[in-house]
């Protein structure tokens, strides 16, 4: 969409989203104000006129607003009768919430807006709700794929104040420069980081947005899971866990996940059946030490193959027993039902909210 079509769409968006009011005629009038992409003439009954002042954006993230949202404000401070309107193809949560801090108004392409000025009010939610979410989740699906997600994991490890280059972090990370490039530019568009000037690297800022973010994403489509039956119990079957993951490389094939990892990190929720990560040759390990037997129902233990072996990367040694890391097991508990989500905060609280104190 070229620059004159896109200005279009956005006039008859924001006028459409007007409408909502009685008696209120908007009309365009020149632009004189640098910057503006097209100026709205504000009035009802005979009320002296309010001068809306829009950019049109074909791309909208906070850290990309940043400067137009401060230009808008100029305008602002200067006429008390100037309202300053931001209008993108589409806003993200982050985004708006933004806009509403800052007291300026949206609209987007596709139905939400938030315009307040005067006394008219108008808050709107998107013509297609369902298109809207899509939206956000396509977005934030991009930036936590499989291999973004090692990069996540590094950098949810680390306190606050901890500059990355990027070359460091993409061999911290196992994954390409373009790959570290890719999520750092889209943690700084998100305010979610801040690039450092001093080593051209870049430190994160909010840990706590990134893996809200993650979470809500987060999914295991069709997982390549084997369920199995095991006769060990009680000690006889932690005894073989660990001698098992032992085996496995010390957890480089095989680890406890969610649950089981959780209960030895920081136990909250009973569980029955133990939850496993492994490669072809790990699970080989598990069914040996643990006698396992194939099962379509009543299993106790859960083999799952991952997607991707990163996850290995990062993996702890607690007393002895190989899990997943504490992102990973965060996010595993989180999508496990309402007790495995209780388990996830009580884990986030004790044990990875710690890791972000800030460093000097």
Not at 27 to 36: E, I, Q, R
Not at 61 to 68: A, D, F, G, I, M
Not at 212 to 231: I, L
Not at 262 to 280: D, G, K, Q, S
Request: aromatic fraction near 8%.
């Amino acid at each position: 969409m070229d620059a004159s079509d896109l200005n279009a769409q956005a006039l008859t968006a924001i006028t459409a989203s007007l409408k909502h009011v009685p008696g209120l005629q908007a009309t365009p009038v020149p632009t004189p104000k640098s910057g503006a992409d097209f100026i709205l003439s504000a009035s009802w009954h005979r009320n002296e006129p309010w001068i809306l002042v829009c950019e049109v954006k074909h791309s909208a993230q906070p850290k990309q607003l940043r400067e137009v949202v401060e230009q808008l404000k100029s305008y602002m401070r200067r006429d008390e009768r100037t309202y300053g309107v931001i209008i993108a193809p589409y806003l993200s949560p982050q985004t708006k919430k933004l806009l509403e801090g800052e007291g300026v108004g949206y609209v987007d392409l596709q139905g939400a807006a938030r315009l307040a000025f005067d006394t008219v009010y108008i808050e709107t939610p998107p013509e297609s709700p369902k298109r809207a979410k899509a939206e956000d989740r396509r977005q934030l699906r991009s930036v936590f794929g499989l291999k973004s997600a090692r990069v996540m994991r590094a950098l949810l490890k680390h306190p606050l104040g901890k500059s990355w280059r990027v070359v460091e972090l993409a061999t911290v990370a196992k994954v390409s420069v373009g790959q570290v490039s890719h999520v750092r530019r889209f943690l700084i568009d998100q305010e979610w980081a801040e690039a450092d000037p001093n080593n051209h690297g870049f430190r994160v800022e909010r840990p706590g947005d990134i893996l809200d973010a993650w979470r809500d994403v987060y999914s295991k489509s069709r997982p390549n899971r084997t369920n199995y039956y095991t006769v060990l119990s009680g000690r006889a079957r932690q005894e073989a866990l660990r001698q098992a993951l032992e085996e496995a490389g010390q957890g480089r094939d095989a680890l406890l996940s969610s649950y089981s990892a959780a209960n030895w990190m920081a136990p909250y929720a009973r569980y029955n059946t133990e939850r496993l990560v492994a490669t072809f040759a790990g699970e080989a390990i598990l069914q040996k030490h643990l006698q396992l037997e194939q099962t379509v129902r009543g299993e106790n233990v859960s083999v799952e193959r991952p997607k991707d072996d990163g996850l290995f990367d990062d993996r702890l040694d607690i007393s002895g027993m190989w899990c997943t890391g504490l992102i990973q097991t965060y996010l595993d508990l989180w999508i496990s039902g309402d007790r495995g989500r209780e388990g996830a905060e009580h884990l986030r609280r004790t044990k990875i909210e710690p890791l972000w104190k800030v460093v000097s």
